[in-house]
Every structure is written in structure tokens, then in C-alpha cells.
């Protein structure tokens, strides 16, 4: 038995309206994606959600350290302005190991393999060129 209230129909209807969005290619949306920074994200956005657990897992043991625990105002119950002050270090930490990931990992390793198992452009050129031969009838 599955249960689906409201908030997974106004979920829908989001969901419906950002592929509407997508869909009429608005000059808006064409400009926002046009961005250096958008696209940089586009990029690296594999290897966000990649490590974005273990990131998370090292900013909580960052902040448990006794010399920052100590001189850092609390998380848990923080006002807006700490709370901010942590989602923002949080989320530049992870965009840079993110992108440290595609630089040194992710973009090499492809790389490597499109040299492997890919075929020079001359050899399929040389394979289309040679003639069929058909079965005796």
C-alpha cells in the first residue's frame, strides 16, 4: 500500500513545471545555463554526488575537533547567520573536493579509457573501404 499526499502531488506539479520550463527553451533559462558557473556545476556535479556523504562525514569531524568546537559558535540550534556561515563553508568544501575529484580523477580516467578502447578515425575509415564478400549461391 502506498500513500501519496499532497505533498507529493505539489511535487509532481513542480517537477511537471520544470520540464515545461526545459521544454520551451525560454531565453531566460537558455542565459542561466550559458554561465561559466552553471556550467562548471554541470560539470562537476557527477562527482558532487559522488562524495557529497564522505565530505559531509569529514565537515562534521572538522567540526568536532576540539580547537574549532571551542571557538566556532554551536551548529545544532545555531541562528540564521551561523547556520548560513556553515551551509556556505559546507557547500564551497564540497564543490572544491568535487572538483579536485574531476580534475585529478574523474577527467583523466575517462580520458584514458576513450584512448583505450576507442578506434583511430582512420582505421574505421579503412574497415568501411573493404569489400563485402558475399556467399557463394
Not at 573493404?130 to 549461391?137: A, I
Request: proline share 7%.
Amino acid at each position: 500500500y502506498m500513500h501519496v499526499g499532497a505533498l507529493d502531488w505539489l511535487l509532481v506539479l513542480c517537477f511537471a513545471g520544470l520540464v515545461l520550463c526545459f521544454a520551451t527553451n525560454g531565453a531566460l533559462l537558455h542565459r542561466i545555463c550559458a554561465y561559466r558557473g552553471a556550467q562548471f556545476l554541470g560539470k562537476v556535479s557527477y562527482s558532487i554526488y559522488l562524495i557529497q556523504g564522505l565530505v559531509a562525514m569529514l565537515f562534521m569531524a572538522c567540526l568536532r575537533w576540539p580547537p574549532l568546537k571551542q571557538a566556532l559558535p554551536p551548529m545544532y540550534g545555531a541562528r540564521f547567520f551561523p547556520g548560513l556561515l556553515y551551509m556556505l563553508t559546507f557547500l564551497g568544501f564540497l564543490v572544491g573536493m568535487s572538483a579536485i575529484t574531476y580534475y585529478g580523477l574523474e577527467n583523466p580516467c575517462r580520458n584514458v579509457i576513450n584512448r583505450t578502447f576507442k578506434k583511430p578515425k582512420n582505421q574505421r575509415d579503412e574497415i568501411a573501404k573493404l569489400p563485402v564478400l558475399l556467399p557463394p549461391e
